[in-house]
């Protein structure tokens, strides 16, 4: 019940949630008469308030002892060893917030540094997807690796809404806008030379927004043929037909499969000085110098 209100709220009102049934959240409080701390957990939590009386004193105790349960969850979710999280440079997002979300929910340190960690464990783990998911009682974080979802981190339910400001904050998304699904990008610079971008679409459910990040590594694309586990004689057919001076050729497979890498490295392959080469996507996932990439847009007529 602790994870159904944030511990900025028990710290403030020096209340704690003792139990759940229900509709109602028991909760204990010092002084009963201050209606806006129930007010506020009501509004939080959506569900009634049944207020328990307990001893000041021994209730800061029970408090205090509740967030530094989670914060030490926290640390030990974001340990990344000798990587400082909070320095990774991320780009994509906007300063402007939400007065309902407030500057503390998408840069608070802990937040910040365990959204970094999961992106970039994603990338060093060959991730082809990141999921972040809201349930009643759990919040729940996957990669999928060759095609297949693993459960890689269950932080604090109580921090989802947090991670969703961050999120959509570092994809340039609307806060406020927790209704409808929504799509952006973010980029993280892991080097002078190396940047990964992220596209992120958020999809609302019944206990919060799911947000996936697709991982889109440039790099993929300039390995070569040889790294894509071709079998020789599909390798030498997808080649034999990329010679040819026209034609189709599609990529069909399961989410994670290879079908958008195995594309851009057939446009790298195309891609010479004497070769004119114009794509159509949507949206463009890896950028390619040297090929005239455009993002269709049927809402401009762009397709």
Known sequence: SVRLVSDKLLAKHRVLPIFRRGKRLFLAVADPTNQHAIDEIKF??????EAVIVEDDKLQKAVDKAIEQVDNQMSALTDAGDVDLESLEVTGGEEELDDKVGRDDVEDAPIVRFVNKVMLDAIRRGASDIHFEPFEKLYRVRFRMDGVLKEIAQPPVVLAP????RLKVMSRLDIAERRVPQDGR???KLSKN?????????????FGEKIVLRILDPAQAQLGIDSLGYEPFQKDLYVKYLAKPQGMILVTGPTGSGKTVSLYTGLAILNREDTNISTAEDPAEINLPGVNQV???PKVGLT
Not at 162 to 165: D, N, T
Not at 194 to 206: G, K
Request: charged fraction near 15%; include cysteine; charge should be positive.
């Open 44 to 49: 939080q939590t959506s569900l009634a308030i």
């Open 162 to 165: 947090k991670l969703c400001a």
């Open 194 to 206: 190396r940047a990964i971008d992220f596209r992120v679409s958020t999809c609302p459910t019944l």
């Open 186 to 188: 973010i980029k993280m």
């Open 295 to 297: 993002n269709v847009n």
